[in-house]
């Protein structure tokens, strides 16, 4: 065994782990056979989507998967310690771990330096004064202003991203050689996730520390990784440097991942390839390529079974050889499509502004209101057929804004037009039938107790489109073809429904009432990318079929180039810039947009962003401008305190800065850094 | 918002709440049948005598004015007269409340530690056949009443194996071994009920913090399971219990009233019960606000315990 370690110099080895759940069904085999070794000082990624099994990875290598799995490998060995027997004793120890959304993984209820240093405590026995000493000096490492102070904070007064950084401290704490990373920036804004990235690669080099990044980001495991390997329903399908996976793919569903990938780099590229179908049974797991029936390369002899094979670009697949060259096939156009965007406005918002007052009633008494302009006297225009990207970090207020369009919020000023006649306070059902919206989280949004055709028979004569049995079926039949899902499908439950099955259900129940103006608040952000694709590219067929114009928000700048026509960059409630998604992408842009770009892990590019800690103001300066704090291109006390004004740099396009156009232009363009 | 402005406006919602009770319990007594001075004089008085004492009390006023005046007396410290007993009504409600709180401390305290205590462990023996029989045991416990309970314990402690006293109370003062034997059977009894309803909710939250993300990565940093266990699952678990203990000080009160009915306990439930049969108003009115009060109290110590323990609520503000 350690004749083994010494030759291949792996600090992590994984031969053959299986793991299984009991489950309604019988056993749930999430893990078959997955084999991958980590090098002392390197960094494996480990990509998939949900439900291929990363997360049960990294609880196997802890020995955390609960007493009820099924764990079997040939071998599962950390620097020669056999992690079978003695995970225990290994794990927080000599391996670290850092899981997603640390708002979920740190104890409220205790301090962060308490729970910095209990690894410290428990495991090198240092006593409690010099544990703390050094967990200050730690987050201090960790990119953290005002650490001592920090240590004695709770969770809870933390922002996301430094959350993110005393999770890091903590894994890292008992000088660990390996760390675990699960989706550690799946929760973060890009910019705090170019940050986190820029940590953990520096950390890699200054500690020599082996990683495994599990993640859905092909981006960021090409920004950080060196090798990768790709899980498919359990199963390994591919595995090789980073450069050989993610830019060269020989597995189908490699390429598949990466065409149906919008990227920003190809703003309106075409239609976006999809990988069709839905993850397979694992119950009954297929002794054959279990891709197979989602494949567009699949022939008859797929059903054998197979291994990786090769020697350092290592793909399971039967038909490698003949589909080297073949990319994943596009989706088809459909026949209808004609693009319908005409110069004639539909929503025109006028300084829409709302504020979220914070505080009780006796604050209130005392006079002593807080709160946020969570808008700040927007204006924006949608032409029929139109669809305007809404980007920026969360909370600047994109989903209010959303909001405020359909009326669903009580506005503090300004107007609101819908097809030239003024939308009130209290719309009338009229306006409701027109504007309609579709939110990220269908789950939740349709009653787990209806019938798809119940929900969708309910909208249809809530907006009296039909009212007799068979006009409203025939109504839902029309919808349910509309979002391209069998007329079957009437009859199932919400439960029965994938992800993206729930997501096209959620859209027909808001076509329904024939709108002219859908608001798509996050529409995609919660399906894997293969999903995400054919939803996009069902958005923006419909677009051209019922010409229906959108405000698309998302925090995802791939997913808006791919689908906008135009973009509104916001800001803690403002648009700082606007216009074409051609303008938008290139120079001239607002140092904001700048920073958003330049954070966006595109993959074929490893671009170094500083890991400046800079972080939004909580309450912005009044007066100025609300990014001045945090810009690096200040002009001077001008920034501070004269709003800027709305720079027009091509028609159409407006950048508000105090920045002179010339110079704003002068920069290089984000994708050539 | 810091402690200071917690702890402000906690104290002025419980000022709020025992006015605004203040106002309810003299409005409902007063729409409730019968007439003080016909209590005092007896049914047979004469219209002239029952007019001349009304009179003299003030019952002719306006309701606010009497009601202002029973408020600025209790306000001094004035609880009045039970109009029966023919005695002051502040030593009669002391010395009740007095027997009534020792049953309500002991019953609480094994409510508290009993329902907690069962509730960890079933959490940490999740599915195993001894969770199985405490969930049996808790439903059975919460479903039935508690005079049943009650009844059922004279039955088998007092008559079938005459061992505890079945009625009454006996002081201090005849010895620490009368004294206990008499609170024995009502302090379980009333415990009974409460102890199944704490340990289940116990049970629940803890079970949901100890599959919480940050148990975890708790256990993923290596901590002994007994670190894990005390650290950081029990006090964000019994944040919830708290509050529902302080629920439950609410049942507890209706509770005594029952258990010392059935066990003739000369407590403050009974003196209450003993004043709506004797339509002696004024002993009613003193001795619902003083349980008001209790309850309101209960809540406010059960919210300030929750703040200690809760950073989110205790710490504000953003550091970083």
Redesign the interface.
């Known amino acids: 065994m350690l004749d083994a370690t010494i030759r291949t110099g792996a600090a992590l080895e994984i031969e053959a782990l299986s793991v299984a759940y009991p489950s309604r069904g019988g056993w749930l085999q999430a893990l078959d056979g997955v084999s991958l070794s980590i090098a002392a000082g390197s960094v494996r990624g480990l990509v998939g989507e949900s439900g291929s099994g990363k997360s049960t990875v990294v609880l196997a290598l ?1 020995g ?1 998967l609960g007493p009820a799995a099924r764990v079997t490998a040939e071998r599962l060995a950390f620097d020669g310690h056999d992690l079978f027997a003695n995970a ?1 004793a ?4 000599r391996i ?2 850092v ?1 997603q ?1 640390t708002a ?8 962060i330096g308490s729970q910095v240093i ?2 410290m405590r ?2 090198l026995g240092t006593e409690h004064r010099a544990a703390w000493q050094r967990g200050t000096d730690l987050l201090a490492e960790m990119g ?3 650490p001592a ?2 240590m004695r ?2 969770p ?4 996301g991203g ?1 959350k993110q950084r005393v ?1 890091i401290a ?2 890292l704490a ?1 000088e660990p050689d390996l760390l675990l990373l699960d989706e550690p920036t799946t929760a973060l804004d890009v910019t705090i996730e170019a940050q986190i990235l820029a940590l953990l690669d520096e950390l890699r080099s200054r500690r020599n520390l082996a990683m495994l990044l599990v993640s859905h980001n092909l981006g960021i495991v090409d920004r950080l990784c060196d090798t990768v390997s790709v899980l498919y329903a359990g199963r390994l399908v591919e595995s090789g440097t980073t450069g050989e996976v993610l830019h060269r793919p020989r597995h189908p569903y490699t390429k598949g991942l990466l065409a149906a990938l919008p990227r920003p780099d190809r703003p309106h590229a075409g239609r976006l390839a999809p990988i069709q179908g839905n993850l397979p049974d694992l119950t009954a797991p297929d002794p054959g390529c279990n891709f197979r029936p989602r494949c567009a390369f699949a022939v008859a002899g797929c059903y054998r079974p197979q291994l990786l094979s090769g020697d350092r670009h290592q793909v399971s697949c039967h038909r490698v050889d003949a589909v080297a060259d073949l990319p994943w096939p596009a989706e088809p156009v459909p026949p209808t499509a004609a693009p319908v965007a005409s110069a004639v406005p539909l929503v025109e918002a006028r300084e829409l502004s709302i504020r979220f007052d914070s ?2 009633w ?2 209130r008494l005392l006079g002593k209101v807080g709160g946020v302009l969570a808008v700040d006297r927007v204006s924006v225009t949608i032409r029929n057929g139109e669809v305007l990207g809404l980007v920026g970090e969360s909370g600047c207020g994109k989903s209010t804004l959303g909001r405020l369009l359909l009326r669903l919020l009580p506005a503090r000023g300004g107007t609101l037009r819908f097809a030239s006649a003024v939308v009130g306070a209290r719309p009338d059902a009229h306006f409701r039938q027109r504007a309609q919206v579709v939110f990220q989280n269908s789950d939740t949004s349709l009653n787990p107790r209806q019938t798809v055709g119940m929900i969708l028979g309910r909208a249809v004569r809530w907006f009296a489109i039909a009212s007799i049995d068979a006009e409203v079926s025939a109504e839902v039949d029309r919808l349910l073809d509309l979002v391209r899902l069998p007329r079957s499908y009437a009859q199932r439950y919400p439960h029965q429904l994938s992800g993206g099955e729930k997501q096209r259900v959620g859209i027909a129940r808001a076509l329904a009432s024939r709108p002219k103006f859908l608001v798509c608040d996050e529409a995609v952000s919660a399906l894997d990318v293969s999903v995400q694709a054919a939803v996009l590219n069902l958005l923006r067929d419909l677009r051209d079929e019922l010409s229906v114009a959108y405000l698309f928000i998302s925090h995802d700048i791939g997913v808006i180039a791919h689908i906008a026509d135009r973009v509104a960059v916001m800001y803690q409630g403002t648009i700082v810039e606007e216009g074409a998604v051609g303008d938008v992408l290139q120079p001239p842009y607002h140092p904001y947009t700048e920073l958003l770009l330049s954070s966006v892990p595109l993959i074929g590019k490893r671009r170094t962003v500083a890991a400046s800690t800079q ?1 939004a103001r ?1 309450v912005p300066m009044a007066g100025g401008c609300k990014f001045a704090d945090r810009c690096t291109r200040r002009v001077g006390p001008i920034c501070d305190s004269v709003p800027p004004p709305v720079q027009q740099a091509a028609p159409g396009h407006g950048i508000r800065c105090h920045i002179p156009l010339p110079e704003l232009a002068a920069v290089p363009h984000w994708l050539s850094q | 918002m810091g402690m200071a402005a917690f702890l402000l406006r906690r104290l002025l919602g419980l000022v709020g709440v025992l006015l605004g009770m203040s106002v309810l319990i003299f409005g409902i007594v007063h729409i409730l049948p019968g007439n003080v001075a016909y209590a005092i004089l007896g049914e047979f008085a004469t219209p002239a005598a029952v007019a001349q004492l009304e009179a003299k009390l003030g019952l002719n006023d306006p309701l606010p004015v009497q009601y202002w005046r029973w408020l600025g007396a209790m306000l001094h410290g004035d609880f009045g007269m039970s109009i029966v007993m023919q005695r002051p009504a502040a030593p009669l409600i002391a010395e009740a409340l007095g027997r009534s709180a020792l049953l309500a401390v002991f019953a609480f305290g094994l409510v508290a530690m009993g329902g907690i205590g069962l509730g960890l462990y079933a959490a940490t023996h999740r599915g195993r056949a001894s969770d199985k029989v405490l969930t049996l045991a808790q439903f059975l416990l919460i479903a039935v009443p508690e005079f049943f309970w009650a009844i059922l314990a004279v039955l088998v402690f007092a008559s079938w194996l005459n061992l505890l006293p079945a009625t009454g109370y006996a002081p201090l003062s005849e010895g620490v071994a009368k004294w206990a034997s008499h609170l024995v059977l009502p302090v379980l009894v009333l415990a009974f009920g409460l102890v199944a309803h704490v340990s289940r909710l116990t049970r629940s939250s803890m079970i949901e913090v100890l599959d919480s993300r940050y148990v975890l990565a708790a256990r993923a940093r290596g901590l002994p399971e007994r670190k894990v266990l005390w650290r950081h699952a029990l006090p964000n678990a019994l944040l919830p219990a708290i509050t529902v203990l302080a629920i439950d000080a609410g049942l507890l009160i209706g509770g005594i009233v029952v258990v010392e009915t059935v066990f003739a306990y000369p407590g403050l439930g009974r003196l209450l019960v003993y004043a709506i049969e004797r339509h002696d108003l004024p002993l009613l009115q003193v001795g619902m606000m003083v349980v008001t009060a209790i309850y309101a109290l209960a809540n406010f110590v059960a919210e300030l315990l929750y703040a200690v323990l809760n950073p989110r609520i205790r710490v504000a503000g953003a550091t970083a």
């Open positions: 802890l955390l225990s290994l794990r927080g120890r670290g771990v899981f959304d979920a993984a740190l104890n409220p209820a205790l301090t209990e690894p428990v495991h953290i202003p005002r102070q920090v904070s709770y809870h007064q933390l922002s430094m999770g903590a894994a008992s505080g009780g006796l604050q972080a909580a």
